[in-house]
C-alpha cells in the first residue's frame, strides 16, 4: 500500500526538517484505494462533531469519526475500506515504516483513534494554530508523531486549508501545504510543533477538506520534551507576530 523504501531514504529529511522534524509525501496511498476511501468518506453520515465549536473559536466547522469508542463500529459498517486502512496505518508494517523514517523506537498505535480517525471540515471553517496534547487520556502514553493523510481530488489552491507549520516562538510560518490528494504529512509531536489551518475555508458549499489523522505514542519520551499532562495548546491570532507576511510564497508546497 506505501513505498516502504521511501522511510530509510527520506530518514535524513525528515530529522533536519525546519521548524521541527517533518515530511511530506505525495502519493502516499495506492491511488485506486485512496480514491475509495475519499468516495466513502464523501458519502459518510456517522459523522460527529462539537456544537458548541469550542466558544473560544479555536475550531469551526469540523466533523470527525469517532467521537466516542462505539462510533468505531460506524466506520466499519459504512466505511470499510476506510476502516481497513486506518487498521492498516496501525499495523506493525506501518510502525516499522515510521520508526526507520523518523528514528523514534517503540511506537505504539492507538486503536481507539482519540483525536484521530476521519476528520471533514466544510466551508467556512477552520483549525487554529496549535500544539497537540501530549498525553493520552486513557493510557497515559506520550504522544509523539502524526500523520495526517489528505483526500481532496482536484483541490483548488484558492480554496485555502493549506496545514500551516510554524517555528517555535511563534514569529514566523515556515510552511503552508495544500490538502491536496493521497498528499501525507508527517511530524513530531512537541509542545512546541505549532500547527493548524487558521483561515476559513473558501471552498464551495458541496466541497469539504477530507483526511485521515493517525496518533501514535511511546511509553517515554526524551527528558527534555517533557512537560506536564495538557490538552490541545490553542494559539490566538493576536499571539501570533509574523515577520514577512509573504514568507508562505518562498514555502508553499502545491502539485
Not at 122 to 139: E, F, M, R, S
Not at 140 to 149: A, C, P, S, T, V
Not at 208 to 237: C, G, K, Q
Request: with cysteine; proline share 5%; charged share 25%.
Amino acid at each position: 500500500m506505501i513505498n516502504y523504501k521511501l522511510s530509510q531514504q527520506l530518514h535524513f529529511n525528515y530529522t533536519n526538517a525546519h521548524p521541527f522534524p517533518h515530511i511530506v509525501i505525495d502519493n502516499f496511498l495506492d491511488k485506486g484505494i485512496a480514491q475509495r476511501v475519499y468516495n466513502e468518506m464523501k458519502d459518510f453520515k456517522g459523522w460527529d462533531w462539537d456544537p458548541s465549536d469550542y466558544s473560544e473559536g479555536v475550531q469551526k466547522n469540523k466533523f470527525f469519526c469517532p467521537g466516542f469508542d462505539f462510533q468505531i463500529e460506524f466506520i466499519k459498517n459504512d466505511a470499510p475500506i476506510t476502516y481497513s486502512v486506518l487498521d492498516f496505518l496501525n499495523s506493525d508494517i506501518m510502525l516499522s515504516y515510521l520508526q526507520q523514517l523518523t528514528g523514534i523506537e517503540n511506537l505504539i498505535p492507538d486503536d481507539k483513534f482519540v483525536g484521530g480517525g476521519m476528520h471533514k471540515i466544510t466551508k467556512d471553517g477552520k483549525l487554529a494554530v496549535h500544539a497537540d496534547y501530549n498525553i493520552h487520556p486513557v493510557t497515559k502514553l506520550h504522544r509523539r508523531l502524526n500523520l495526517l493523510i489528505y483526500l481532496n481530488p482536484n483541490w483548488q489552491e484558492e480554496w485555502g486549508g493549506h496545514l500551516e507549520l510554524w517555528n517555535k516562538d511563534l514569529s514566523q510560518r515556515t510552511h503552508n501545504i495544500l490538502p491536496i490528494f493521497n498528499r501525507a504529512v508527517i511530524f513530531n509531536i512537541t509542545d512546541d510543533a505549532y500547527h493548524g489551518h487558521p483561515h476559513p475555508l473558501n471552498c464551495p458549499d458541496d466541497e469539504a477538506r477530507f483526511s485521515l489523522a493517525m496518533y501514535y505514542f511511546t511509553d517515554s519520551r526524551p527528558t527534555e520534551e517533557i512537560n506536564e499532562e495538557h490538552a490541545a495548546l490553542w494559539v490566538f491570532p493576536e499571539e501570533i507576530q509574523e515577520t514577512n507576511d509573504n514568507l508562505e510564497d518562498l514555502f508553499k508546497i502545491n502539485e
